[in-house]
Structure formats: C-alpha cells, structure tokens
C-alpha cells in the first residue's frame, strides 16, 4: 500500500503578546508519503503467522499547530506548535513544525479454528518527530503574567487550569496485545483478553496519557432475540509518567448489557439495558 498527502495550513490574525498584536501570513506546508507491506502464512489449517511493515508520514493538524485557548471540558489551556512562552509573554517559536515519521513493526499469531481461538500481536514502533501534548508546569497565571489590572474576571477564575503545549521529539514505543475465545456453545461463549503499551522519549522520560496495561475477562450470550455481555476490566497502576503527572491507582470496571430484537410493524426494533462502571 501507498500513500501520497499534501497539507496546507494558512493562519491570518493570530494575536501574540499582551497587547493582542496581530501577525499575518503563518503558513505551513507538509508533503507526507507513507507506505506498508505485510505477509500472512497459515503454515498449518487454521494456524497463522502475520508481518506487517510501514513507514508512515503524518503533517500536523491545525490544532497542534495553532491552539492558544482555555478548553474548559478539561480545565486546561493548550498551545500549539508555532508558540514559545517568554515572562509571560507569547511569541512565535523558533522551531519549525515538522512531519511525524513512524517506522513500525507487527508480528501476529492467529488460531481460527475450532471452538478456542486466540490472537498474539507484538508491535515496535519508532516515531521520529513525535507529536504530544505535554504538561508544561505552569498555568495560566504565567501565561498572563504582567497583564495587571487589565485581565477580567472570566480570566481570573481559571487562572489554575495547567499550561499545556504540544512538541515534538523522537520516541519508541513498543507493546504485545493478547485475546482468546472459548465457545461453550453455539450461543454462549468467554473471552480474556491482555494488553500493554511501554513508551517513552528517545531522552529517556516516559510520554504522557499513555494507558497501564490491562487485563479482562468477558462472557457473552447471543440467542434468537436476546442477548447478552458480562465483563471484568482490571487496569494496573500506572507510575510510569511524564513529567508533571501523576501516579495513577489500579482500578477495575464491571459493565453489563442485555439486549432484546423483535419486530413491530415491520420494523425492527432493539430494546438494551446497560450498566458501566456497577462499581
């Protein structure tokens, strides 16, 4: 497989500074080019071994490049690429946003047949210019720092949200992924499941939001009309952080649906009941 993209991004009057200066003629240009190759061998009926290679380009989103706003839902205020803060004051960067590059490798082994089947997946992947968003430690009391009596109320009241800014630096990331199924019946049937993701900075520190590893164990029922999904999610404590996180707790989830099909007036109809998070 292939893939060619050209990405535009034009910004006209982006305020910078205090005093809301407007700059014109921001432009980015990115021309992406991305391509994969894979391999499946069943070596034996039912049996296989998969690989599956790409390199793929990716140009920063508008976002990543031109956020500078408060984001309420998550009590935060973002910046994007383009930005470098000094004494409190915005300015444009020195650095040049640049095209993410990932080299990635996959390794799958499948058993599809008969009533257990599983999926092994182990995954490598090394990403130049990766792009994240990162706790900056500071908030937006820096950000307006030396504003005086000219800021506003509104602006008073979030002035505790975290500053957070999105760079780019080369990193790896690598993982295994893990499922089985059992059926008990034509109807009836359990799965488990397992998967973890370790990533981190070609520096050293681990990346932000990056999930613990996780494991689960599920039962589902599928009759004529009714149906059914049991399941148990246990999340490990994540102490593996960036810089500027927190630990986070272990904690488990159990969620439950129940599901009913029938017909009405020649139309088809589903009636669910479902529970997430009973715990």
């Known amino acids: ?78 910046l994007g690429l383009m930005y470098q803060l000094h004494d409190g004051e915005l300015e444009l960067s020195e650095q040049k946003a640049k095209k993410e590059t990932a080299n990635n490798i996959d390794i799958t082994f499948r058993s599809f047949k008969g009533d257990l089947s599983f999926t092994y997946n182990f995954f490598y992947n090394k990403v130049h210019n990766y792009l994240y968003l990162a706790d900056t430690g500071l908030t937006m009391a820096d950000l307006e720092a030396g504003h005086g009596d000219e800021t506003d109320e509104e602006d008073h009241s979030h002035e505790d949200f975290g500053l957070y800014q999105y760079q780019q630096q080369d990193a790896t990331l690598y993982g295994a992924e893990f499922e089985a199924r059992y059926k008990l019946d034509h109807a009836q049937s359990l799965n488990v499941f397992f998967d973890a993701v370790r990533a981190k900075l070609d520096g050293g520190d681990y990346l932000p939001r990056i999930p613990p590893y996780k494991t689960g164990l599920g039962y589902q029922y599928n009759g004529i009309n009714w149906s059914a999904d049991l399941g148990i999610t246990r999340y490990a404590k994540q102490d593996k952080v960036s810089a500027n996180e927190t630990v986070t707790k272990a904690y488990t989830l159990l969620d439950a649906s129940v599901n009913y099909d029938f017909s009405l007036s020649r139309l088809d109809m589903s009636v669910f009941l479902r529970g997430t998070n009973l715990t």
């Open 1 to 78: 497989g292939g893939r060619i993209e050209r990405t535009k991004h034009d910004a006209d009057g982006l305020a910078l500074g205090h005093d809301d200066a407007l700059v014109n003629g921001i432009a980015y240009r990115f021309a992406a080019v991305s391509a994969s190759a894979g391999v499946v061998w069943e070596f034996v009926p039912g049996f296989s071994w998969a690989l599956a290679v790409s390199r793929s380009e990716r140009a920063p989103s508008a976002a990543e490049l031109y956020s500078n706003g408060a984001h309420i839902a998550t009590s935060s205020y973002e």
